[in-house]
Nanobody, 124 residues
Framework: QVQLVESGGGLVQAGGSLRLSCAAS????????TGWFRQAPGKEREFVAA????????EYADSVKGRFTISRNGAFNTVYLQMNSLKPEDTAVYYC?????????????????WGKGTLVTVSS
């Protein structure tokens, strides 16, 4: 079993930066693909970023490419999402996810574990 706990959300002005963290528990986590999804008010949950278990492959939604970076620590128990040049349309609840597979999940149906989410609000 894997538990994911996000932190780092908050209120930021447009153009600013935030770094989200996801603390993971579970011995198998280091062999899982990880990522981030988000859900804005009134919208469906959408893919943001993903990383393969090895860290050698990363994928980003077009809307965040060049602005967001997914990474993890050397102990393979914390995943980060560095968000730069934030826009009001990035406002959403951000969820850390994990998949019981080496390959990434870019669709919600492929995710096996979800965190409870952290709210990011970007003011204009």
């Amino acid at each position: 079993q894997v538990q994911l706990v996000e932190s780092g959300g908050g209120l930021v002005q447009a153009g600013g930066s935030l770094r989200l963290s996801c603390a993971a528990s579970g011995r198998a986590f280091s062999s899982y693909a990880t990522g981030w999804f988000r859900q804005a008010p009134g919208k469906e949950r959408e893919f943001v970023a993903a990383m393969s278990w090895s860290g050698s492959s990363r994928e980003y939604a077009d809307s965040v490419k060049g602005r967001f970076t997914i990474s993890r620590n050397g102990a393979f128990n914390t995943v980060y999402l560095q968000m730069n040049s934030l826009k009001p349309e990035d406002t959403a609840v951000y969820y850390c996810v994990a998949r019981r597979s080496p390959t990434m999940a870019t669709m919600p149906e492929l995710v096996d574990y979800w965190g409870k989410g952290t709210l990011v609000t970007v003011s204009s």
